[in-house]
């Protein structure tokens, strides 16, 4: 009996070491996830400040 408490005792305490990996990786990622949308968002900005500018020079253009 004491022995299925020490199995049982070792398997809670492995699936907590994997649950506060699990939590550390999903902060990590989400901390990821939102430096690659700022850098999706900023690299958006300055695409539609290229095409307003060439839009600009195009309509300069005698035609």
Do not use: W, Y
């Amino acid at each position: 009996m004491e022995s299925d408490f020490n199995s049982l005792e070792a398997k809670v305490a492995q699936f907590v070491t994997i649950c506060d990996r699990l939590r550390a990786e999903n902060i990590e990622l989400r901390q990821q996830l939102a430096a690659a949308r700022n850098d999706a968002k900023r690299l958006h900005d300055k695409i539609d400040g290229a095409k307003a500018r060439l839009e600009g020079l195009l309509s300069r253009l005698p035609g």
